[in-house]
């Protein structure tokens, strides 16, 4: 089992910032990618940002150029980095981690709001 625990999450006027941390513990293996989806009310849960083995990053066209994910891989923990923030932003924002061959763990999720 893996576990991850989130950090990072709160209020925050529009235009502003937020750094989120996932950290990964247990029998976390070979990592395949890791990151971020995000669920707003009554919405779907939707790709926010994941960073893959070779730290490569693939992120939603709505965050490009706003949100930058990172690595610490001695720490087993990715952040997100949040800036520009709009009220659309806001969500759950859970953190996802997939192992090889396929193990996908999720964690309880943090919440985001952005309003003025």
């Known amino acids: 089992q893996v576990q991850l625990v989130e950090s990072g999450g709160g209020l925050v006027q529009p235009g502003g910032s937020l750094r989120l941390s996932c950290a990964a513990s247990?029998?976390?293996?070979?990592?395949?990618?890791m990151g971020w989806y995000r669920q707003a009310p009554g919405k779907q849960r939707d790709l926010v940002a994941l960073?893959?083995?070779?730290?490569?990053?693939d992120y939603a066209n709505s965050v490009k150029g706003r949100f930058t994910i990172s690595r610490d891989k001695a720490k087993n923990t990715v952040y997100l980095e949040m800036n520009s923030l709009q009220p659309e932003d806001t969500g759950v924002y859970y953190c996802?981690?997939?192992?090889?061959?396929?193990?996908?763990?999720w964690g309880a999720g943090v919440q985001v709001t952005v309003s003025s």
């Open positions: 996802k981690y997939r192992s090889q061959p396929n193990n996908v763990y």
């Open positions: 247990g029998s976390i293996g070979t990592m395949f990618y």
């Open positions: 960073m893959y083995t070779f730290d490569s990053a």
